[in-house]
C-alpha cells in the first residue's frame, strides 16, 4: 500500500481536498484496476475526501470477481460469504488532473479486504505488483518498465457488422501522420490530453491498419509506468467517448485487419539507478543478469501467456498468418518476430522488449507476472537458449494457442502461481473459464453466415 501511515493520509488527502477545492475542482475520481484492468471506482466531493482517508472508498467485494458479462464467480469473495465489502485505499501520490473533465481529478486506489485487518486483497492487480517490486527491491533490484500500447479508434455506424465502423478505412501501412490520415486531429488531442495528464506521453503514430494508433510512453519504475498505463487506457478511452467515438484496446476486433498489441521493454537498476542489464565488456552488451531474467520470462512464457493473452480475442490476432507475434518462447538480438527482442540500444537504453502482449492485457499484472518470472531466472542463474536470427520461429518451447491451454500453463506453473498469489491463480484462472464457458455456448457471426442458408 502507500507509504503514508493512516494519520498522515489523512493529513495529506485534507490538505489536498483544501489544493483542489481552491482550483475549483469539486469532484474527485477515485479509480482502481479491476482484474480485467478495467477502471472501476467512485466518485466523491472533494471536501468529503480526508474522510476516506483510514479505510478508503467501500465498494462489493464481488466486482473483483465478476467477469465483463457481469457475472460474479461463487466464491467466498461473493455470495458465498453474503457479498462482503472490500475498500479502495486512496494512494495520495497519485493525483492526475484531466483536462478533458474540468471539475475532476483522479486518484488512483489499492484494494484491501476489511475481513483482513485492511491487508491487500490477494488478487488487487496493483498490490500484486506491488508485491514483486518489493521482492526485487529486497535484493537491491529495482524495476524500470516502459509499455507500447496499440489502439483501434472506432466511429459508429448503424450500417457495420457490430455498429461501429474504423474511423479511418484505409490501411496505411503505418507511420503516417497528419489531417489527411487523421481528419479529427484524434492523435494530436490524444497526445496533447495525456501529455497534460502527467502520463509521461512523448509520441504517437498511425499503426498500420486505418484507424489504428500507437502512443509511447517514457520509461519509469514500475509501479508509476503501470500506473501511466492503465490511466492512458482509461483517458483514451474517455476522450474517445466525448468525441462519440470509441477506443478499443482489444487484440482483434477485425478479421481481415492488423491485431492491437502491448510491448512491454524491462530493465533493472542498482540503488544508484545503474543498469545492471548492460555489460559494456560483453560482447553483446548483456549482464549475466539481463541473460538469467530473460531466461527466467522464457521458461515461465507458457503460463505467462494467460495473463499477457487474456481472452479469447488475444488467441485470433496470434493466429493471424500476417502477426509478428512468435509461436514460441524465443528471443533475438533486434528481432521482432521474437517472443523477447533485445533492442539495440546499450549502456543505460539496455532492456529485454517482451513482444507477446495483448492490448487488452491489464498493465499491472502484465508487469507483475513478467518480474516474477524474471526474478526467478535471476535467483536460479538460468541461462537462456541460443538466440534466433531471421524468421525461424521454430526454436523455444511451443506457445499455448488458446485460452483454455493458457489457464492450463498458469496452474500447471506452480512456481509463478506461488509468486503471483495462489488465490489469484484461483480466482483469476475461475474467471478466465468461466469467459472461455460463455464463449464455447455464443453462436458467432461467422456460424449464422456459415451454416443458416444451406445447411
Request: net charge negative.
Amino acid at each position: 500500500m502507500s507509504d503514508s501511515t493512516p494519520p498522515a493520509r489523512a493529513e495529506r488527502l485534507a490538505a489536498l481536498a483544501d489544493d483542489l477545492s481552491g482550483r475549483g475542482i469539486d469532484l474527485v475520481r477515485v479509480l482502481w484496476s479491476d482484474l480485467h484492468g478495467v477502471a472501476r471506482g467512485k466518485e466523491i466531493a472533494t471536501a468529503e475526501l480526508p474522510h476516506f482517508a483510514d479505510h478508503g472508498v467501500a465498494f462489493c467485494q464481488a466486482l473483483m470477481v465478476t467477469d465483463l458479462g457481469g457475472n460474479p464467480l461463487d466464491v467466498p469473495e461473493s455470495a458465498a460469504s453474503g457479498w462482503p465489502d472490500a475498500d479502495a485505499l486512496i494512494d495520495p501520490d497519485t493525483l492526475a488532473l484531466p483536462g478533458y473533465a474540468p471539475g475532476i481529478a483522479y486518484l488512483l486506489a489499492e484494494v484491501t479486504d476489511p475481513a483482513a485487518g485492511g491487508a491487500p486483497l490477494g488478487f488487487d492487480p496493483r498490490s500484486m505488483l506491488r508485491g514483486q517490486i518489493d521482492r526485487l527491491a529486497a535484493r537491491g533490484l529495482h524495476p524500470v518498465v516502459a509499455p507500447e500500447l496499440e489502439f483501434y479508434l472506432l466511429r459508429e455506424d448503424a450500417t457495420a457488422t457490430h455498429g461501429w465502423r474504423r474511423y479511418l478505412d484505409r490501411d496505411t501501412a503505418g507511420y503516417v501522420v497528419g489531417t489527411a490520415y487523421d481528419p479529427d486531429d484524434m492523435l494530436p488531442l490524444l497526445i496533447r490530453e495525456c501529455r497534460a495528464l502527467g502520463l509521461q506521453v512523448h509520441a504517437g503514430f498511425q499503426e498500420f491498419s486505418g484507424g489504428q494508433y500507437e502512443i509511447n510512453q517514457w520509461h519509469g519504475p514500475a509501479l508509476g509506468a503501470a500506473d501511466r498505463a492503465f490511466l492512458f487506457k482509461y483517458a483514451v478511452k474517455e476522450i474517445a467517448a466525448k468525441r462519440g467515438m470509441r477506443a478499443t484496446f482489444m487484440g482483434k476486433p477485425f478479421a481481415d485487419r492488423s491485431g492491437s498489441g502491448q510491448h512491454i521493454h524491462v530493465s533493472v537498476t542498482d540503488e544508484q539507478g545503474t543498469n545492471l542489464f548492460a555489460d559494456s565488456n560483453a560482447d553483446d552488451g548483456l549482464a549475466p543478469l539481463a541473460k538469467s531474467f530473460l531466461a527466467g520470462v522464457l521458461e515461465h512464457a507458457p503460463a505467462l501467456m494467460a495473463v499477457l493473452n487474456p481472452t479469447v480475442n488475444a488467441f485470433k490476432r496470434l493466429a493471424d498468418p500476417g502477426s509478428l507475434a512468435p509461436v514460441t518462447a524465443n528471443w533475438g538480438y533486434d528481432n521482432r518476430l521474437a517472443f523477447a527482442r533485445i533492442p539495440p540500444e546499450r549502456g543505460h537504453g539496455t532492456r529485454v522488449e517482451v513482444r507477446i502482449g495483448d492490448g487488452a492485457a491489464n498493465p499491472y499484472l502484465a508487469i507483475a507476472a513478467l518480474l516474477a518470472a524474471g526474478l526467478d531466472g535471476m535467483e536460479r542463474d538460468l541461462t537462456p537458449p541460443p538466440p534466433i536470427a531471421g524468421a525461424r520461429g521454430d526454436d523455444g518451447a511451443p506457445l499455448p494457442t488458446s485460452l483454455g491451454a493458457a489457464l492450463t500453463a498458469l496452474e500447471t506453473d506452480k512456481l509463478l502461481a506461488q509468486a503471483l498469489g495462489d488465490r489469484f491463480a484461483e480466482v483469476f484462472t475461475a474467471l478466465k473459464r468461466q469467459e472461455l464457458a460463455r464463449f464455447d455456448r455464443a453462436v458467432t457471426d461467422w456460424e449464422f453466415h456459415e451454416y443458416s442458408w444451406m445447411l
